[in-house]
């Protein structure tokens, strides 16, 4: 089974105290920081851009793991590279048959690159994806807004991409699981074939934010 990583999503936390947040994700187990990138545009909400990868860069060591719900990402893959991405997610709906170049340039970039489908779009179309791709997300909720719930016909998508990914000899693909996961239903998302935990609302509404981390990573760990 492939090692599951838990990505907690800053989305969910004190946008005053972001240093001191990823400091604390970090000594509490987190594998990668999520950074939900949003502009208003290709989703209503007005998160962060790339300023704020700068500025929480210096306070973690932990890849940090953008993902940019942005019109054209393309034009913005330069200033997350400077400002220390480590992964760069990027939108099938935005990028269209642009993805896999878009993926190319992110690892241009010295990043690893992935791309994203939301709820509404059909698993196969990240399929032309899956030779270039580092990892590859599904997103469980649409895309805008924390703490909804996870949509249970996105398990059937998760099998389907892990099924695709092995066929096509990339069987240790990272596959990304994003919105509504919790303690109850993270168990579900890894047995069907994802390795990448993204949680925010679980992980900051957490007394103990040390055991749900560790939780997240599945009890057949
Ligand atoms: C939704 C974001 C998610 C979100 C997850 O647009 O991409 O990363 O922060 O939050 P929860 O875990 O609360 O659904
Ligand atoms: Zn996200």
């Known amino acids: 089974m492939l090692k599951v990583k838990v990505a907690p999503s800053i989305l ?4 005053a ?11 509490c187990g987190a594998d990668y920081i999520h ?17 704020m990868i700068e500025h929480i860069r210096p306070y ?25 991405a480590n992964i760069v997610t990027v939108h099938v709906e935005e990028c269209r048959s642009l993805t896999v ?3 190319r340039i992110i690892k241009n970039y010295g990043m690893k690159a992935s791309a994203v489908i939301n709820p509404n779009t059909p698993v196969e179309s990240l ?37 695709f990914c092995i066929k096509s000899g990339k069987p240790d693909m990272d596959i990304e699981v994003d919105g509504g996961i919790t303690e109850e239903n993270v168990d579900a998302v890894i047995e069907a074939g994802a390795n990448v ?15 749900t981390i560790s939780r997240l990573h599945g009890s057949a760990k």
């Open 127 to 163: 399929y032309d994806c899956v030779e270039d791709a580092d990892m590859l997300l599904l997103m469980s909720v649409h895309p805008g807004w924390g703490g909804q719930r996870f949509l249970p016909e996105t398990l059937q998508k998760i099998e389907k991409l892990r099924a």
């Open 60 to 84: 973690t060591s932990l890849p940090l793991d953008c993902h940019l719900m942005v019109m054209r990402p393309d034009t913005r893959l330069e200033g997350f590279a400077r400002a220390g």
């Open 35 to 51: 950074c939900d990138v949003m502009d208003g545009n290709f989703v209503p909400t007005i998160t962060f851009g790339n300023q």
């Open 197 to 211: 935990i993204v949680a925010g609302s679980t992980v900051f509404r957490s007394q103990d934010m040390k055991w």
């Open 101 to 103: 170049q878009t993926l």
């Open 17 to 27: 105290r972001m240093g001191e947040t990823v400091r604390k994700l970090e000594q």
């Open 12 to 15: 969910a936390g004190d946008f």
